[in-house]
């Protein structure tokens, strides 16, 4: 990978990263780390530099390096003290999902053969034989219709769709071509269905025949999940949780296999964070509430991890999910500041913010509204099942030349800002762990439903 050499590494950090690096490009595990009670800035550096490493080649989901990372997080959990879940001899969440690759497909649309490179599918279904336009559900997207809009809606009511989209959208539709190219993988194959789309300006349909098949096998996948017994003596309120999250997967390495997509930022940053977090309240001992700290797979490709992980546990008893996702730079309100998406759906941000007031800080209101970013991590999961569920970040999305790159490394980051953001969460969530804060519930009906095709 090359390296960016202008960027500015942390002044906390730049005396220990030469060691911590090597230790990284080993492959090695971490050492028994001292619980203390303030948040230790070394072992963050220890923990984001290992993951974040050319050695773990960027994290991809299915690849034998994301079961390294696995393994590290567990160790990590390990040491700290925390417990399995129920009865799982270690911290590890497996679970199949199904992998679903288009392997053909051809269309014929009003007696002309459509080439390739106008072609697109989303199918969870083995084998599509549609031999007129009365087999299926039929769309035509004009020049001047939202695409996105239009495809959503097909994608939330499930079933089997054929779509002829403008050329105008070309740019649009390249995209989606590129991401069904890739395939699907989904948790279950409950809610089956296709959509076929056609890059012409046809504006009717007068006579369709499509033959299309896909590939479909199981994988594992795993995410990290750990506990912290509550202590409260009301054991309904020892049993209430706080969920501290991340993710742990990011896209491995480009089609080449020349260079690693680190995932430093995204989401190494959250997931160090988590870590920390997990050690920090550990050696306070002290929290009333039951704190779970996990690190999700799959985010990256549809957030299956948390997907999995919501079912394995009842939603009511969740009061709040704190997601940490791209916490290594500054965000736009300065240094070690972060912000939360949906803040507007539960008075969690004001109770936060309460707590941080001595501080002299105060977590921001999504800047970036117009990017969706409340549905573009795993909190939108629990969201959906009324968990105060939200992200907590510090990208600066609308300047940030690193996200999905191969530049995003541990040279790219901020180390100091980052520290100062997880102190910062580890103050504003105080009243989470010991029992005095309760946010309000997101109201479900507020929540755009997940997909059932892609």
């Not at 490179?117 to 769309?139: C, F, K, R």
């Not at 940490?324 to 949906?342: H, N, V, Y």
Request: glycine content about 8%.
């Amino acid at each position: 990978m090359i390296i960016k050499n202008n960027l500015k590494k942390s002044r906390l950090t730049l005396a220990l990263l030469a060691g911590i690096t090597l230790l990284a490009a080993c492959g090695e595990q971490p050492t028994p780390a001292v619980k203390i009670a303030k948040m230790n800035s070394i072992q963050v550096v220890k923990d984001i530099t290992y993951l974040a490493s050319d050695n773990l080649k960027g994290r991809a989901s299915f690849s034998p390096e994301i079961d390294q990372a696995a393994d590290y997080i567990n160790q990590r959990f390990t040491e700290i003290g925390l417990i399995p879940l129920d009865t799982n001899k270690d911290f590890k969440q497996t679970f199949k999902v199904t992998s679903i690759m288009p392997s053909s497909l051809t269309v014929t649309l009003n007696g002309n053969a459509i080439e390739v490179a106008q072609l697109g599918m989303a199918s969870t279904i083995a084998t599509l034989a549609w031999n007129s336009a009365e087999d299926v559900n039929t769309h035509i997207i004009g020049e001047t219709d939202n695409m996105r809009a239009a495809l959503g809606k097909m994608n939330n009511e499930g079933g089997e769709h054929f779509v002829i989209i403008h050329s105008a959208h070309a740019k649009t539709f390249a995209g989606y071509q590129g991401y069904f190219k890739r395939g699907l993988t989904k948790l279950s194959l409950k809610h089956q269905g296709a959509i076929v789309m056609v890059l012409a300006d046809d504006s009717e349909i007068t006579s369709l025949v499509v033959n299309a098949a896909t590939s479909i096998t199981e994988k594992t996948l795993t995410n990290i999940v750990a506990i912290l017994p509550g202590k409260d003596k009301n054991l309904d309120k020892a049993k209430e949780v706080v969920l501290y999250s991340s993710h742990y997967d990011h896209l491995g390495l480009s089609a080449d296999g020349k260079e690693v997509f680190n995932g430093a930022d995204d989401d190494a940053s959250g997931t160090s964070a988590v870590i920390n977090l997990a050690q920090h309240y550990a050696s306070q001992g002290t929290n009333k509430r039951t704190l779970m700290f996990s690190a999700f797979t799959a985010e990256e490709i549809g957030g299956f991890g948390s997907k999995y992980f919501s079912q394995q546990l009842n939603p009511d008893d969740v009061v709040a999910m704190i997601n940490i996702e791209m916490i290594g730079k500054p965000s736009k309100f300065g240094a070690g500041t972060m912000w939360m998406t949906g803040m507007e759906r539960s008075n969690l941000g004001e109770l936060l913010n309460a707590s941080l007031q001595e501080k002299n800080t105060e977590v921001y209101k999504d800047p970036y509204p117009e990017q969706g970013l409340f549905y573009r991590s795993d909190n939108a999961t629990l969201a959906r099942l009324g968990v105060p569920a939200h992200s907590f970040s510090s990208t600066q999305l609308d300047k940030d030349q690193h996200y999905h790159q191969s530049s995003d490394d541990i040279n790219s980051l901020d180390l100091d800002s980052m520290y100062e953001v997880i102190e910062s969460l580890s103050v504003a969530t105080q009243g989470l762990v010991d029992g005095s804060i309760t946010p309000t519930r997101i109201d479900v009906s507020t929540v755009r439903a997940s997909g059932k095709i892609y």
